[in-house]
């Protein structure tokens, strides 16, 4: 019998593009059986697949997450340094919504810090064109997701049974 060379063993596989990894799976299930409401730490988490969750295995943690926030309208939002809380479905609506508000406004306020320290007049034409429509942009951005702005359009969809249509919400702060 010959002795094999490293080239000749069997090689782990791994997942092609688009196929769930082991860990990843795992981590699903393990999220799966969290109550609404209820908390799971991170070392519960490491310790079903054996990796850190925080550190290499933070991949296949986000990607779990993905995956059942798409496919079983399960939804998690982290506690800082402790683990994930499952989110109750009718939490999520306004939770993304102020996150996701605050973190554009953020953004849109940065990039406009950035574009106002520009000299203007000394961009040649085209630059200038660019500045326009990103200091257009940002100043929307950052008017649309101001808490002023969120109470405005809280008002006026409290008033209705369906989305507010975006024509609408602009009019909203045409006056």
């Known amino acids: ?30 999220l799966a059986l969290v109550p609404e409401g209820g908390d799971i730490l991170y070392p519960m988490l490491n310790s079903v697949i054996g990796r850190d ?12 997450r993905r995956a059942l926030q798409r496919d079983e309208g399960i939804f998690f939002e982290c506690v800082r340094g402790e683990g994930l809380r499952r989110i109750p479905v009718e939490s999520v609506p306004k ?29 040649p034409r085209e630059a200038q064109t660019s500045y326009n429509v990103g200091i257009s942009m940002l100043s929307t951005f950052a008017t649309l997701s101001s808490e ?24 909203l702060f045409s006056k």
């Not at 593009?17 to 699903?28: A, C, K, P």
């Open 1 to 30: 019998m010959s002795a094999l060379t490293i080239s000749e063993l069997p090689q782990a596989r791994k997942p092609s593009i688009g196929e769930m990894q082991v860990d990843t799976r795992l981590l699903m299930q393990r």
């Open 53 to 64: 969750v925080q550190g290499a295995a933070r991949s296949n943690l986000m990607s779990a």
């Open 95 to 123: 939770i993304v919504s102020s996150k996701t508000s605050t973190q554009i406004n953020r953004t849109a306020r940065r990039g406009l810090r950035v574009l106002n320290a520009i000299e203007y007049t000394s961009l």
């Open 148 to 171: 002023k702005a969120q109470k405005i359009m809280t008002a006026e969809a409290q008033q209705r049974t369906t989305c507010l249509p975006y024509k609408e919400t602009l009019a």
